[in-house]
């Protein structure tokens, strides 16, 4: 069986070192004669898993103490709601929208008090992020935020805002583990696992502490911060197979030299992308440069037609799951950690090939 080189924006490709370790592991892990899948959440050797998932987390991204790593479910969506219920006092918050997930996470705060809109991007198709200052937000807000990065869109910020005192809550689902970030800048980190940690079914959040205890009287027992904090991410049954997945995902990065070395790697098979990008006659980016993702980069011909061709007979060479997001149309690969340098060289190859049989 042949891998093909998958361009999925999530779920995603997975590192094959890890999932070859997975394939060993399947039937029998270490000595305890039963699956990952079949072993009791309870149990010594699964609690070893997800002690070590959290020790890797917390060495790759630099975790400080007065955090809290928690395994969640419910994807980031229910995150949209969690933060929220969580961190509501004077119901007041700051939103910045640079897509369809900030726009949905904006809509579900809106349900439990008053979200103000700092700025948006949405007359320009989301195609940048916003210029923010310091005094675009609000001092009695109860926290700022953003989408790190916009996995349809295909922009990032380069920078953060300064938000002073004011939490910054970050959804980083298609960014977490894929360059350098200073976690004490956030109040809360979040994190859908699909796109760049593991398979789906696992949620990771990354919480101050001080920002946990203090649930709205509303909050549904699971969606409180405080019931994972308090019992080890194990209140009720966690995505158990998801989270050792994560930890071994974790393992081939921290072995690669971690998030340093693979931000450059990240950085080159980008750059190899964007600069074809520029330099071709029929492919064009659709976002503006300064804010480009290191993750997913869309881009598109000017017919319709032409870009079916393209996704059709990148297909049949073994490059696949390009087509775009509905909402931007074209095309759209999604270059996470675990897509090889040799996956875009492949790509950016077969890009200069079919520009050169259909002029
Ligand atoms: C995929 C994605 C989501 C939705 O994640 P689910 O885990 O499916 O809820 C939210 N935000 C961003 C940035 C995403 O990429």
Redesign the pocket.
């Known amino acids: 069986m042949n891998r093909v080189y998958n361009f999925s924006a999530?779920p995603s490709c997975l590192p094959l070192e890890a999932l070859e370790k997975a394939q060993k592991e399947l039937i029998s892990y270490g000595s305890s004669g039963m699956s990952v899948m079949e072993m009791s959440h309870r149990s010594s050797d699964f609690q070893n898993i997800i002690d070590n998932c959290e020790a890797l987390l917390r060495k790759l991204l630099n975790i400080g103490d007065n955090y809290k790593v928690l395994f969640l479910q419910g994807?980031?969506?229910t995150q949209f709601a969690m933060v929220p219920l969580n961190l509501y006092k004077n119901k007041k918050t700051d939103y910045v929208l640079t897509g369809v997930?900030s726009k949905k996470a904006a809509k579900e705060a809106g349900r439990y008090g008053d979200v103000n809109v700092v700025a948006s991007s949405e007359d320009k198709t989301f195609s940048y992020i916003p210029e923010l200052s310091a005094d675009m937000f609000s001092k009695d807000a109860d926290y700022v935020h953003i989408?790190h990065?916009?996995?349809i869109y295909g922009t990032r910020y380069t920078t953060l805002p300064d938000v002073g005192n004011v939490p910054l809550v970050a959804?980083m689902?298609?960014s977490i583990l894929s360059q350098e970030i200073d976690v004490n800048k956030f109040g809360i980190i979040y994190a859908?696992a699909?796109?760049n940690m593991a398979p789906a079914g696992l949620?990771v959040a990354i919480v101050r502490e001080d920002l946990i205890g203090n649930a709205l009287d509303i909050t549904p027992t699971m969606l409180n911060y405080q019931t994972h904090a308090d019992n080890g991410s194990m209140f009720n049954t966690p995505p158990t197979f998801a989270i050792y997945m994560c930890s071994l995902v974790c393992e081939w990065l921290d072995k690669l030299g971690g998030i340093k070395e693979i931000q450059k790697v990240n950085e080159y098979k980008a750059g190899l992308l964007y600069d074809f990008l520029d330099s071709s006659s029929m492919f064009k980016g659709t976002v503006e440069k300064k804010d480009r993702s290191l993750m997913n980069v869309p881009f598109v011909t000017d017919s319709d037609e032409l870009n079916a061709k393209f996704i059709k007979e990148a297909k049949e060479n073994g490059l696949v799951n390009l087509k775009g997001h509905r909402s931007v149309g074209g095309m759209r690969a999604s270059i996470y950690n675990a897509m090889p340098v040799d996956g875009v060289k492949k790509l950016v190859e077969f890009m200069k090939k079919f520009e050169t049989e259909n002029k």
Request: proline share 0%; aromatic share 6%; charged share 10%.
């Open positions: 999530g994807g980031a969506s997930w989408t990065n916009n996995t959804d689902s298609s859908g699909q796109k949620t």
